[in-house]
């Protein structure tokens, strides 16, 4: 009787359910297909309504703060939706209202808009001040600048160019090389030229090669897309009719650096007209200040990412999905936005890989330090001992890219030095460093007026492994570590060690400046392009293990890191040409992608993403001469390990995480079972008075170390900025 009552039970949670679903079904629903409804920019929104199937759609009124807009709208039977691309929102909350001929009075469905000017800010805080303009020298694909700028907001006219493929070879440069590009205007939009070349898109379409490029500003950034498109036998694209060569697919290019990336627009980006993108039928976009050279802050980069995608969508319609790709700084771009702000990227293919800017930071500081001390022949090491202790396969003294946290040295050279910083001379001057220029997510010190730092390395024990391992000395070990010394408030050099800032530790694992990975970035595919460059004559910052720490942040938040692949190639420029390891990995997130789209299942994300991941999409490493060796990635061991031998930092020898993500540690007392060596009398005296504090206890979490409060976080009641 029991086990009846029990079924009966479960037949009416069934029953219940399947009358939800198709109430559900049977209801007016209406959505944002542009953006977020909350985060609306430039005063329209291409909004889709969802019509019950017992309803006709010419009973449908639809009005936007009260004024008709049905007219808008266009009728899409197949889906049994009506979509319109609406203008004139007004600044701040707009109330968008569906009836139909059953409920004139009484809305059948609502939707709060939130609008924002185009020039920004969303989410990303007041703007910073001064914003050095880029338009003039800006080139479009014609040739031509973009002008001066219409406002102090760097804005300008959006402008369409189109440029097509010769079957001409373009004539060799000045310098007897080849020319760049074989692009040349179109200056007919009735008549293609003779030499028009053709090229065949994914979708096996064989179209003349003819790119339409619009040109404009959003968020302070100047920003590109381009795509196949013939306009002398289409019509101008729409939402509605989008170019028919176009695969439905975008394609996002972020771009690197870092240092000097701040108070400017930026007056170049990636290239978005490509063979193996546009020539394929791809669309691709990218902007100014998704250049981490122009802007180093991932905050801005993902409002800038989000405006210009708004953009393209209201252009020519949603894409299929959005995926991604891009190195070094490119790759702190594309990390954080999938993790903090789901829903902008749908795959990520990010290369020389960075978990964050804070892990790159971590890296370069610490390096720096250390070569500062090798440099004074310091209880003379061997080049051997030094590498150990920096954990490298190469010395590479980092203090050009440490200057990122000196505010006097990375100014873009248009900044008048009359506004500069300076500690003696002009306190109150534009700081030029990555904390002050992200003053609106770390907050001011009341005591400087400066940002918050999270920089900190009290109770480091460099070169740790190094000496358990015999490598360096004890009296080696202690010298090291009595002189490493650390970081001032300005980037300088001191004797001693650095303290970060407790808010800014909060505010950086809060807000998800350090990457946990167990928001967005569980749920999305993930191709990592590691070329490798640890072994390069003048070492680099781009180390292999980097890969590593972002795959042990999956594992740790996520249980699994089934969603990323790990493809390590050859040293830049050694591969032969006919082996593309970034083109492998563009055509296997399009299948893979592909695959998720068209899974309808109700399973979760993360299985959908591991059932639809391309078969021969596994681990593996090319060789010099193309081979690819199929073998899982790890950091020790296998054929790949011996090509390509895994490295790590000077944190990790000093026995942090591989992971990566410890800004600052907590401490505990001097123990003398963590070393594998005796020390003298003496030298545990020195060893207690060097650490009097304590030593980095690294089997506990950093300080203030804890998940982030949410995705989508915004940061527009900042304080203050510069």
């Not at 540690?665 to 020390?679: G, N, R, S, T, W």
Request: one cysteine or more.
């Amino acid at each position: 009787m029991k086990k009846a009552i029990t079924a009966l039970f479960a037949l009416a949670a069934l029953l219940a359910l399947d009358a939800t679903r198709a109430a559900a079904a049977d209801a007016f629903r209406v959505a944002v297909l542009s953006s977020r409804p909350e985060t609306i920019t430039g005063g329209d929104a291409l909004v889709r309504v969802e019509v019950p199937q017992g309803a006709a759609f010419d009973t449908v009124v639809v009005t936007l703060n009260g004024r008709d807009v049905t007219a808008a709208f266009h009728a899409q039977p197949a889906s049994h939706t009506l979509t319109a691309a609406l203008t004139g929102l007004q600044l701040g909350e707009n109330a968008l209202q569906v009836f139909d001929a059953t409920s004139r009075t009484k809305p059948v469905a609502t939707l709060k808009l939130q609008n924002y000017p185009i020039s920004g800010p969303v989410f990303s805080g007041p703007h910073e001040q001064p914003s050095i303009c880029g338009t003039e020298e800006f080139k479009l694909p014609d040739g031509t600048t973009l002008g001066p700028p219409l406002d102090a907001n760097c804005s300008v006219k959006t402008v369409v160019t189109y440029v097509y493929k010769s079957t001409t070879p373009p004539p060799p440069a000045a310098n007897g090389r080849p020319a760049a590009s074989a692009f040349v205007p179109l200056r007919s939009l009735t008549t293609l030229p003779a030499d028009v070349a053709f090229t065949t898109t994914t979708l096996g379409k064989k179209v003349p090669y003819v790119v339409r490029v619009e040109t404009g500003t959003v968020n302070r950034s100047i920003y590109q897309f381009a795509v196949l498109h013939d306009p002398t036998k289409e019509a101008q694209p729409t939402a509605f009719a989008p170019p028919a060569s176009w695969n439905n697919r975008l394609l996002y290019s972020f771009g690197g650096g870092c240092l000097g990336g701040w108070f400017k627009q930026g007056s170049s980006l990636a290239s978005v007209i490509s063979d193996t993108i546009v020539g394929k039928g791809y669309a691709e976009a990218a902007a100014t200040l998704n250049v981490f050279g122009n802007n180093c802050n991932e905050v801005i980069a993902a409002e800038t990412m989000m405006m210009v995608k708004e953009r393209f969508i209201e252009a020519y319609g949603p894409p299929l999905f959005t995926m991604s790709r891009g190195g070094s700084g490119g790759a702190e771009q594309q990390i954080p936005i999938a993790d903090n702000y789901p829903g902008l990227l749908d795959g990520i293919m990010p290369s020389a890989t960075f978990s964050d800017v804070l892990a790159n930071a971590a890296l370069i500081l610490d390096a720096h330090l250390l070569n500062n001390y090798f440099a004074k022949g310091a209880a003379n090491l061997t080049d051997r001992q030094k590498l150990a202790i920096e954990g490298t396969a190469r010395l590479k003294d980092f203090a050009g890219d440490a200057s990122r946290i000196n505010p006097e040295s990375s100014c873009p050279p248009s900044m008048p030095k009359e506004r500069r910083y300076d500690p003696v001379s002009n306190r109150s001057g534009v700081r030029c460093d990555v904390f002050d220029h992200d003053v609106n997510i770390y907050g001011r010190d009341p005591s400087t007026g400066f940002a918050r730092r999270p920089v900190d390395n009290t109770g480091v024990q460099y070169g740790l492994t190094a000496l358990n391992a015999g490598v360096i000395t004890p009296a080696q070990f202690l010298d090291l570590n009595g002189k490493i010394g650390g970081y001032d408030n300005d980037g300088n050099l001191v004797s001693q060690r650095a303290v970060a800032d407790p808010l800014a530790l909060r505010t950086a694992y809060r807000t998800g400046r350090v990457v946990n990975g167990g928001l967005g970035l569980g749920k999305l595919p993930i191709i990592d392009v590691r070329a490798y460059r640890d072994a390069l004559p003048a070492g680099d910052v781009h180390l292999k293990f980097h890969s590593f720490s972002l795959r042990e942040r999956l594992r740790k938040a996520n249980g699994t890191f089934a969603n990323e692949v790990l493809l390590v190639g050859a040293t830049p420029g050694e591969l032969p040409q006919a082996v593309s390891v970034d083109q492998y990995a563009i055509e296997k997130m399009d299948q893979w992608l592909t695959s998720v789209a068209t899974d309808s299942s109700a399973d979760l994300v993360i299985k959908k993403i591991e059932r639809a991941k391309p078969a021969d999409l596994v681990d593996s490493c090319y060789t010099p001469s193309g081979e690819r060796i199929v073998e899982p990635q790890t950091r020790t061991g296998g054929k790949c390990n011996e090509l390509y031998p895994t490295f790590s930092s000077p944190r990790i020898v000093a026995g942090g995480p591989i992971n990566n993500d410890v800004l600052k540690c907590q401490l505990k007392p001097v123990d003398e079972k963590d070393y594998k060596v005796a020390f003298t009398v003496a030298e545990k005296t020195r060893l207690s008075t060097i650490f009097s504090q304590g030593v980095c206890d690294w089997s506990r979490p950093g300080v203030e170390q804890q998940v982030p409060t949410g995705t989508w976080q915004s940061f527009s009641s900042a304080r203050a900025s510069n």
